[in-house]
Structure formats: structure tokens, C-alpha cells
């Protein structure tokens, strides 16, 4: 809409009875600045997508870093890097132990299943060209979300997620449904930032998304932040681009 030349506001759960309504956008006419950095962020919406590669060993530099910190303000949530070497350990040691928490989950194992899909008219899901084939070769010191539910993923089993390469952890002050949201948009704008300057990025929240291991996290890292993402950041060669849904499946226009 920026790079249109559209203003928007933005309502964020307008309607208490209607949980799932998360927001109205409206847009205003206006005019489209040449150096705003909102509208430039839609020259890198078609190339955005999750990399589960192996990252090469390139530093990401800190003034990038700052810049996906600064992402994440103007969305109204919170970034942290993790830098020194017992807060990469500390992140390691939880996301092992969360991975294997929820892999020993039914429940989770089913889901992984029913996202997992090689069905050419479904709009979305992880096909197996985007996932690395696992083998117990994946060499990872924090694990990659597995997605090879049925042995056909077509990407390296070598991803060597290592806790020495550029972490990323997004959050926001509360633990609530708008935090949520907040956290969601500012992950957007961050993978949009990535992928713009021709950086690569895949989600690591195994070790956020178990109570007990992200409570852990919080402490061990002294987060003030309730931690919702964890992000690894580098560079990658390519990957397939995933499915989308459409946009009429996710908004509707009314007057």
C-alpha cells in the first residue's frame, strides 16, 4: 500500500466479540516518498522466504543488526542480538531441550504433518523442495524445525545451524494476543529488511515456544522481553519459493 502511494491506519483487534477479527487497515490517498523506507520494503516481498540451508561462516554486520533492532521498534516490538558466548550456549542447551520436547509430542508431530504438503493446488504449507532431507546428518547446534515428515525433503541434510552465527531474538513487553500481533508485524518488516539487503533467514523457536524452556531463556539471557522468536541470520544460496495464500483469502473489503 506505501509503495502505491496509500496511507494507512491501522485497528488492531477492532471487535471484543470477534477474537479471530485481528485488524482493519484503512487506506487514505497520499503521496509516496522516494526514500520511505516502508514503501521500499515491497521490492523484497516476492524473494522473502524462510532459507533452511546451510548459512556460510559471513559475519553479519553489527550496523545491520541495529537496523533489524530498529525494525522491530517502529512495529511496537522489542529485538535483542545474542552475542556473548554463554548466551549462545544458553540458547543451544534450551532449544536441544525444547526439540526434543516437542518431538516427543504426538501432537506436534501431527501438525508438522498436516503443514507438510507436496499438493500442487494448496496455497499453503512447506513443500519438500524448501526443507532439508533429514538423516541425523544435520550437524545443527540449534535445530532447525524438522519438516521432513515423510523422508522427501530435497534441500542438504547438512544445515549446520551453529549458536556462533548471527541470533536474533523478537519480543514484545507483554505476553498477550496484541503483543503477539505486534511481535508478527515487526517479524515481517525484519525478514522483509533481510531479505532486501540479500541476507537469508529461518525461524529457530523450539526453544520459545515450550513454557518451560522459554522461562529458562528469559532468565538466562536477562530478557526484560517476553521472547516469541528466535531468528538465525546469514548468508545462504537460494532456496524454492514456498506457496502463498491468496489475498483474498486473508482480507476482505468492505466499505
Known amino acids: 500500500m506505501a509503495w502505491l502511494g496509500y496511507r494507512s491506519t491501522v485497528e ?6 470477534r477474537p479471530d477479527f485481528v485488524a482493519r487497515v484503512r487506506a487514505d490517498g497520499g503521496h509516496r516518498h522516494e526514500d520511505d523506507a516502508l514503501a521500499l520494503l515491497d521490492c523484497a516481498i516476492d524473494g522473502r ?3 533452511r540451508r546451510e548459512f556460510s561462516d559471513e559475519a553479519v554486520p ?6 533489524l533492532i530498529g525494525a522491530a521498534e517502529i512495529e511496537g516490538a522489542q529485538a535483542s542480538a545474542v552475542e556473548n ?8 542447551r534450551l532449544s536441544q531441550l525444547a526439540d526434543g520436547i516437542e518431538n516427543t509430542d504426538p501432537a506436534y508431530r501431527a501438525e508438522l504433518r498436516a503443514w507438510t504438503t507436496n499438493d500442487p493446488q494448496r496455497r499453503d504449507g512447506v513443500p519438500s523442495p524448501a526443507v532439508p ?5 544435520a550437524q545443527d547446534d540449534v535445530p532447525i524445525r524438522d519438516f521432513d515428515t515423510q523422508g522427501a525433503g530435497w534441500l542438504p541434510t547438512r544445515t549446520r545451524s551453529s549458536m556462533n552465527q548471527c541470533l536474533l531474538i523478537l519480543g514484545a513487553q507483554e505476553d498477550v494476543p496484541a503483543a503477539w500481533l505486534r511481535t508478527g508485524e515487526a517479524l515481517e518488516r525484519i525478514l522483509l529488511e533481510i531479505s532486501l539487503a540479500g541476507y537469508a533467514a529461518s525461524p529457530l523457536t523450539q526453544a520459545i515456544e515450550i513454557a518451560r524452556t522459554n522461562a529458562m531463556l528469559r532468565e538466562e539471557l536477562r530478557l526484560a522481553m517476553h521472547p516469541h522468536v528466535l531468528l ?8 524454492p519459493e514456498t506457496r502463498r495464500r491468496r489475498l483474498v483469502d486473508v482480507l476482505t473489503e468492505t466499505e
Open 12 to 17: 488492531r483487534f477492532p471487535d471484543a466479540a
Open 62 to 67: 553489527a550496523e545491520f543488526v541495529e537496523t
Open 49 to 51: 522466504r524462510t532459507n
Open 133 to 137: 532431507h533429514v538423516d541425523a546428518g
Open 232 to 239: 538465525r541470520i546469514g548468508r545462504a544460496a537460494a532456496t
Open 85 to 92: 558466548r554463554d548466551d549462545r550456549l544458553a540458547v543451544a
